[in-house]
């Protein structure tokens, strides 16, 4: 794409839903009982950690059937007592209606999308004294998993089953290594990002500060950090 040009959000939109996909399915497979697969269009991720927001059903781009898929539902989720939910556009959200009430999914919360264009040459100055690095080894990747649940709120042990996969040759969760992100203020991590390619596309996730250290640019700095990596 030319320097300056200004993509069409419509023609560009399959790409960022399918970053988010891809996204899910890596978790999954990258977690020691997880799997992923398609049905119909829908991809099912589970990790069978116990938060809905690691096990899902998802739905960006309208699905060519949705024959079979309560079933599979069933089965990956609702038998062992995984929670889940649904992941869905305002185009598709209409089509599983059925599958919500069936399964008595009925809390609705709305995650805008944002896509950064065009990107700034050159990142501005961190604040002084935080130091954004590139997860490398095991006890760095704690550290991201355990500063990034805090941040969300969610207990902090929900990243440790990821760590033994996390830097193993030929692991499904080897592709998300030297794309986690963890800012420090002196030795202590407090904020974190992440990137995941695709394609052209560098999804920014996990975004996540210490609430006792927000409001200081820790975050946007990390997210500049993850977003100009990703263009290179």
Known sequence: MPPGAVPDIRSRRAAWHRNLVELF???????????????????LARTGAPSSSFNCAVALDLPVSLEGLEDRIEAMFVRSGT????????ETAPLFEGVAQRFHLTERIIHPGLAWRPLPDTMPPAPEGFDIRVVQDTREAREFGRTS?????????????????MFARGS?????HGVLYVGYVGD???ATSMRFTSGDIAGIYVVA???????RGYAS????RAALDGRE
């Open 25 to 43: 399915a890596a978790l999954a497979r990258a977690y020691p009982s997880g799997s992923a697969e398609n049905v119909g269009g829908v991809t």
């Open 83 to 90: 929670p889940w939910h649904i992941v869905a556009t305002p």
């Open 149 to 165: 649940l805090m941040g969300f709120g969610l207990p902090t042990n929900l990243f440790d089953p990821w760590l033994g996969g």
């Open 172 to 176: 499904a969760a080897r592709r998300l």
């Open 188 to 190: 202590r991590p407090v």
């Open 209 to 215: 500060t210490l609430p006792e250290f927000r409001r």
């Open 221 to 224: 700095a990390l997210t500049y």
